[in-house]
Each structure stands twice: as structure tokens, then as C-alpha cells.
């Protein structure tokens, strides 16, 4: 067993990377190159195939975020820990001191819980149209004087069709949100939501979402993805409460170097 650190990946370990990433559900940093006082990148290896890797990514003068995984045939045999041991231990002789970790590791100076959370989302016709009724009620709640209006723009492309729809409330633009829906994907993606700032918390959010979601799922039958992080609870709750369900959560926990003892 070989764990070897170092700045650049050369072609071959990339191109193992490329292929164990169908196996992890997000995207580790292997960048060819990166720029830094430090190794970015730590391997175990076994006759030079990657059985564990850990990447460190530069956010500032005086943080990184890791990423990583274990070949699931090879977990739960101290790979990823000695990888980390060894990814600490480099940045303790560096100025940063702080990080974030994306997986639970265990290790005292990590803290127990996450720092947040970002989720994966996803709303089906089905789930959707089962609420309808609910959803209608609680739009209902919305300020009464003024009248609103959604209006649906489609942008079409040579690969995705973009649908944007817009808020009036009493002929002001009040938020927008957009719908980019490839044809060869099974799933939409909802993404920049936004309501004017001088126009929130009056359920304007709650009134855009259910009428542009409507007005989607009249035209096509497939579902709706989308990525919040749990630090908008807000949306959470607005995501959460229209039906969308939470399918896949990436915990992100931070790491004290101050707190290591160099041994």
C-alpha cells in the first residue's frame, strides 16, 4: 500500500477519478494544477490503482474545503483517516487553519454536528398535483389588496428549454424564478428564485413557486430538481411545505486545526 501526496495529478490518476466519481454522488477537486504553498492532493494506491484519494480545495488565504472518497470495496480499513492524518498534518505547517469537510469523520477536534447541510430536492406531477388544494389555501393568505399576476416566458435553446416566470404584484415585478428543462433529461431543474427585497415575507415567494410550478407541470410531465442549502431555512420551508422531498444531503463539518496536537 502506497499513500503518496502531492500538487498536480498526472492523465492516468485523473482519468481513475473521472471514473470512481460515478460512485459518489458530488464532484471532488482534482484539478490538473493548482497554485498554493502546500500538497493539494493525497492518494493510497495499491499497483497504482486509487483505493482512497483526498483533495484539498483553497477558498481563501486561510481556508480549504476537503473532498474524497474510498472505493467502496476498500472502506472501513483506515485508508481515508491515514489520507486525512497525513492532509493535516500539511496544512499545520501552512498558515490555514481552518477547513470544511463534507463527510463525518471521526476525529475529537471535529465538531459533532454539521456546519450546514446543502440538499438535493425533487417535487414529482404527482406529489405536486396531490397538493394542489393545500397549496391553493395557503396562497390564499397572501395580501388581498394587491392583485398578482404570473407571467411564463419560454426561452427555447438547441439543447434546454428555459422557462422563466415572472411576479407582478399591482403591475410591479415583484420575483422571478426560472425552470431549465433539457429534453433528453428525465427532470427539470428550479433555480434563481428571487423576490424583491422590500417585497418579502408577504407569502410572495409561496404564491410564485405554486403558480410557476402549475403552470410547468400543465406543460410537461417530469420532475423538478433543485439545491438549497439548509442555512436558508426559509426556503426549506417554502421548498418543503410545496411538496418538494429531500433525496440527497451532503453535511459539511468544520475542522479546528488550532485544536490538533502535532504528534
Known sequence: M?????????????RQLETLNTLTGYEPFYAASVTGTFRHFFLCLSHGRILSFL?????NDTSVEITGYTHPSHRHKGYFSQLLQNALWELSL?????ILSDRPLNF??????????????CLSPEDYFSLVDSCTKDSA????SCTTEITEYCIPGQDCTEYV???????????????????NS?????HHVQIR??????????????????????????????????????????????????????????????????Q
Open 2 to 14: 502506497d499513500f503518496i501526496a502531492c500538487n498536480t495529478l498526472d492523465h492516468s490518476m485523473i
Open 55 to 59: 483533495s484539498l480545495l483553497p477558498l
Open 94 to 98: 501552512s498558515p490555514v487553519r481552518d
Open 108 to 121: 475529537p477536534f471535529v465538531l459533532s454536528s454539521p456546519a450546514y447541510s446543502e440538499y438535493l430536492m
Open 141 to 144: 393568505n397572501t395580501d388581498s
Open 165 to 183: 416566470y415572472v411576479l407582478h404584484v399591482s403591475s410591479i415585478p415583484a420575483g422571478l424564478l426560472k425552470i431549465s428543462h433539457d429534453a
Open 186 to 190: 428525465s427532470s427539470a431543474c428550479l
Open 197 to 262: 427585497k422590500s417585497m418579502r415575507s408577504h407569502g410572495y415567494g409561496k404564491r410564485l413557486l405554486n403558480g410557476a410550478l402549475k403552470m410547468f407541470f400543465e406543460e410537461n410531465i417530469c420532475n423538478i430538481l433543485l439545491h438549497v442549502t439548509s442555512n436558508n431555512t426559509s426556503a426549506v420551508k417554502l421548498y418543503t411545505n410545496t411538496g418538494f422531498q429531500i433525496i440527497q444531503s451532503l453535511d459539511y463539518f468544520h475542522l479546528h486545526l488550532a485544536q490538533q496536537s502535532h
